[in-house]
């Protein structure tokens, strides 16, 4: 959840005593204010998609003479009745007044989810409360406001709770069912077509209402998966009391809006004490619609899925505050690779070694780059489909290889990077009159005229090459033998008897799961001794989860392994391969010092 710089009113309070004494100041008290909106108008967002919910956010400011905010409230996609979950901590002087300003923007386009990003902002318009007039005399501390171009914004403020503590919390769904009670129809089947996206919000009942609900947290959101697990969550416990019930939803995105999977209600006690057993041995938490649950208490026997805590505890806000600090040291890495002037990796160390050192060295990284031709990224001259491009056009695969192989390539002397196909068949030219059924499957075939592209935009080229060939795509999606190709590369450096400061990065762009994922990730660890490291994106909008889980488990487990899903990074090619190359310093690191 974004955090608001603390912000109060300031009043002086002038030394008209007679005895010239200065009158004391009104008590301070730390307050936050929630916000969500009701009735706003389609029309309010440019959009292609006929009827679709506008996308909304809201900026905060305490000067009504500028737009300039002290924070925003994240971007709620699809829903004309918002609920935001970014809360404002202010200092307010008991008895003063302070005015706030909120300024609506609506998101112009079609972003599909909330992991895409929506950079161009319609303004809305602007409402303004007083504090004093919330707390004071206003049993539901709430105020309504209306907007010159139709809707209401209401404000909630609300004392803070005392506590020094974060509640960090990760979830796991199991078996939820997308389907209406008409169609009675789980998909846990194993395709992903029509699944939506799902994410899930946290809520605090509201100081002043039993019945009504304050939105502290929402999760990002997974893409087609009926066994979603989603990222850890730090929840500020300001926002909330530690002993009271909170509610945890699971939310759908369809092609317009959002639509509530299912909920159920819970302690932070019982949220941590569930996840104190062996995973497989812990008890799950049964999601039911909120249309068909009663009051407090009684439950419905109907069951939309299923919700494991796979970690919960309690943390002081120093040690968080020292977890992301450590953490940021290994996305320096980003800024170094984009030009940076200064060199922020020496940073970044291990047993006495930095990533640095080995740079200044001399360190030279070599890129290796396979992509997937498989058919299920779709006839590559049908418009939508993963491979289309036109001239002078991008597509994502490009865009995620000038993104990820310009970072890599500031490291590499040569500049020179095999490109590698997998998943297609070719006609036979001691057989031409072979049916495409009777062709074998390439898993591993050379991209361009060359073995290997210059630079970036020779990556490119050689993807775009492919295409003036005559070939089909086919499947299944096979890694192996473009692993084991970078695995020699790599063993060659690693028995070179001259001992260069030579790595190696494969970079593997796929639109699919694995076939055969366990005997990939078995390769992959048995590199381990080998200077280079996996780095995988998926494509297109197949279920990831597999990769996903991959990516999460412990070095010894994953190997130099990353996974990253182009989708959620796709406008911002900064954030892209600063995801991707995260763990890289600390790959190269691990291998010279362990060699």
Not at 320 to 328: A, D, F, I, P, T
Not at 354 to 380: E, Q
Not at 514 to 521: A, G, M, Q
Request: overall charge neutral.
């Amino acid at each position: 959840m974004r955090r608001s710089s603390t912000a109060a009113a300031s009043t002086d309070y002038p030394n008209d005593d007679s005895d010239g004494e200065e009158a004391l100041p009104a008590p301070k008290t730390k307050i936050r204010l929630f916000l969500r909106a009701n009735n706003i108008r389609r029309s309010n967002i440019t959009s292609s998609l006929t009827g679709q919910q506008p996308h909304t956010q809201c900026r905060v400011s305490l000067d009504p003479d500028s737009h300039a905010s002290i924070n925003s409230t994240e971007i709620v996609y699809k829903s004309c009745n918002p609920t935001y979950t970014t809360s404002f901590p202010l200092e307010y002087e008991e008895g003063s007044q302070l005015m706030i300003y909120v300024d609506v923007y609506a998101c112009k386009g079609n972003g599909s989810g909330m992991s895409d990003s929506c950079p161009e902002l319609k303004w809305i318009g602007r409402v303004n409360y007083n504090v004093q007039d919330i707390l004071d005399g206003n049993p539901s501390q709430t105020k309504a406001r209306s907007l010159p171009k139709g809707g209401t914004i209401y404000a909630q403020i609300e004392r803070e709770f005392s506590g020094d503590n974060n509640l960090t919390l990760r979830l796991r769904a199991h078996s939820l069912v997308f389907t209406n009670s008409r169609l009675k129809n789980s998909l846990a089947a194993t395709t992903t077509l029509g699944k939506p996206s799902t994410y899930f919000e946290l809520s605090r009942p509201a100081k002043s209402s039993s019945s009504s609900w304050i939105v502290v947290y929402r999760s990002n959101s997974i893409r087609e998966s009926t066994t979603p697990m989603w990222d850890k969550a730090t929840i500020d416990l300001n926002s909330i009391c530690s002993d009271e019930i909170l509610r945890i939803s699971v939310k759908k995105e369809e092609k317009k809006k959002c639509k509530e999977i299912g909920s159920f209600e819970t302690t932070i006690q019982c949220l941590i004490e569930s996840c104190q057993t062996e995973e497989h041995m812990r008890s799950s938490f049964v999601l039911q619609p909120t249309s068909t649950r009663g009051p407090r208490g009684r439950q419905s026997n109907k069951k939309t899925g299923q919700i494991t805590v796979v970690s919960a505890y309690m943390q002081r806000r120093d040690e968080v505050l020292n977890e992301v600090r450590q953490k940021s040291q290994k996305l320096i890495l980003d800024h170094y690779l984009s030009g940076g002037e200064n060199n922020p990796l020496q940073e970044i160390s291990t047993s006495n070694s930095k990533f640095s050192d080995y740079v200044d060295a001399g360190l030279d990284i070599g890129l290796c780059v396979a992509i997937d031709f498989t058919s299920s990224n779709g006839d590559p001259q049908k418009p939508g489909t993963l491979h289309f491009i036109r001239d002078g056009m991008s597509n994502d695969y490009v865009d995620a290889i000038e993104s990820i192989g310009s970072a890599v390539e500031k490291y590499s002397k040569s500049k020179e990077s095999p490109v590698w196909g997998f998943g297609a068949k070719f006609p036979s030219d001691v057989s031409p009159e072979l049916a495409v059924e009777e062709l074998p499957v390439r898993h591993i075939f050379q991209c361009g005229e060359a073995e290997s592209a210059t630079g970036t935009q020779g990556i490119v080229d050689a993807y775009r090459y492919v295409f003036e060939l005559g070939f089909h795509m086919s499947g299944p999606t096979v890694m192996l033998p473009v692993i084991n190709a970078a695995a020699f590369r790599a063993n060659k450096i690693h028995n070179d008897p001259s001992k260069q400061l030579k790595y190696t990065v494969l970079l593997i762009l796929t639109d699919g799961v694995v076939t055969d994922l366990e005997s990939t990730k078995k390769l992959i660890s048995n590199c381990r001794h080998l200077p280079l490291s996996f780095v995988v994106v998926g494509i297109g909008r197949a279920d990831f989860t597999e990769m996903n889980e991959w990516n999460e488990q412990q070095p010894d487990l994953r190997g130099r392994f990353t996974f990253v899903e182009f989708r959620d990074l796709q406008f911002d090619p900064a954030a892209l391969s600063k995801k991707a190359l995260e763990r890289l310093p600390e790959d190269v690191v691990d291998y010279f010092t362990g060699k």
